[in-house]
């Protein structure tokens, strides 16, 4: 078995009626400092919402979480059709998150797949 070097997150579930995206960030988190490169797919209308800035109320308060993560290096990318369904602008994204369109994600998983990597959907 290949080691592995890069991860790939995929976060599809409701912001703040489901455990997901805080385990998607400490996830993130986790497998940056072991040194793997890691990438998080925010998709699908629910999933996406993790990426929009001025997420303030509640708790946690996920855009410091999600900043932080940037800051490690962990790369966003938010689902253009996701977005696109709720009317979700690039520019209301917290800075760092990145627009992609949904044929990036398919080819991410194809990508991933056949270098052996990891692909888990919270």
Request: with cysteine.
């Amino acid at each position: 078995m290949p080691e592995v070097k890069k991860v790939l997150l995929l976060l599809k579930n409701m912001v703040y009626e489901s455990t997901s995206p805080l385990e998607t960030l400490r996830f993130a988190k986790y497998y940056r400092k072991k040194g793997l490169d890691v990438m998080v797919i925010l998709w699908g209308p629910m999933g996406i919402l993790l990426g929009k800035a001025g997420k303030h109320l509640g708790a946690p308060v996920y855009d410091e979480k999600v900043e932080e993560c940037i800051e490690m290096g962990v790369v966003f990318g938010c689902c253009k059709l996701g977005a696109d369904i709720i009317g979700l602008e690039e520019d209301e994204l917290i800075p760092g998150i990145k627009m992609i369109e949904s044929h990036v994600v398919a080819e991410l998983f194809l990508e991933y797949q056949s270098e052996g990597e990891l692909i888990i959907s919270l």
